[in-house]
T-cell receptor
Framework: QKEVEQDPGPLSVPEGAIVSLNCTYS??????FMWYRQYSRKGPELLMY????GNKEDGRFTAQVDKSSKYISLFIRDSQPSDSATYLC????????????FGKGTKLTVNP | DAMVIQNPRYQVTQFGKPVTLSCSQT?????MYWYQQKSSQAPKLLFH???????NEADTPDNFQSRRPNTSFCFLDIRSPGLGDAAMYLC?????????????FGPGTRLTVT
């Protein structure tokens, strides 16, 4: 079993749809959870950061962490064509220099 | 704007010809990382520097080395590139302390080996 599982998609939705992206993980020691957005041929851009369980909202984006289920989600409301990208979840046990453990990424296309 | 900068953005090298990729940061972060990312795959950590302390991942080939002459700069040296080393190379930084774990990535250098 991989430490972090993420459905690679591809996921295609119409403009304005609500998008749900998810990751599951096996290591209960993970405490810091991140979502990165990566446009084609660009570096990952930090989108959302969450510590431990709970929700965090930033504009059209909401990140949820359920540590009891080892499940994290990213919701995108009113999706736009500019949201078309690969979304990577990442997590780490501590806030130090420990490496991030990434999911494989979900490729999202929002169609106008 | 504070950021992570990578040069060059695109690099073509010949099989076996040494190549150096560079990364600089204006975030004043104490940790710098090098990742390798192949098409449709997650970034794979090669090594990182915590200040001047070098930390190599166990499965990083000996062909890959790194230097960090000061806080702002970090270099990735590939001594004898093979065709399998063609990939996007990502530099990232983070600030240890304050209990946060997020890393900030540069735009990447796409390496082609001919």
């Amino acid at each position: 079993q991989k430490e972090v599982e993420q459905d690679p998609g591809p996921l295609s939705v119409p403009e304005g749809a609500i998008v749900s992206l998810n990751c599951t993980y096996s290591n209960s020691a993970f405490q810091y959870f991140m979502w990165y957005r990566q446009y084609s041929r660009k570096g990952p851009e930090l989108l959302m950061y969450t510590y431990s369980s709970g929700n965090k909202e930033d504009g059209r984006f909401t990140a949820q962490v359920d540590k009891s289920s080892k499940y994290i989600s990213l919701f995108i409301r009113d999706s736009q064509p500019s949201d078309s990208a690969t979304y990577l979840c990442a997590m780490t046990r501590s806030g130090g220099s420990e490496k991030l453990v990434f999911g494989k990424g979900t490729k999202l296309t929002v169609n106008p | 704007d504070a950021m992570v900068i990578q040069n060059p953005r695109y690099q073509v090298t010949q099989f076996g010809k040494p190549v150096t990729l560079s990364c600089s940061q204006t975030l004043n972060h104490n940790v710098m990382y090098w990742y390798q990312q192949k098409s449709s795959q997650a970034p794979k950590l090669l090594f990182h520097y915590y200040d001047k302390d070098f930390n190599n991942e166990a499965d990083t080939p000996d062909n890959f080395q790194s230097r960090r002459p000061n806080t702002s700069f970090c270099f990735l040296d590939i001594r004898s590139p093979g065709l399998g080393d063609a990939a996007m190379y990502l530099c990232a930084t983070s600030r240890v302390g304050g209990g946060r774990g997020e890393q900030y990535f540069g735009p990447g250098t796409r390496l082609t080996v001919t």
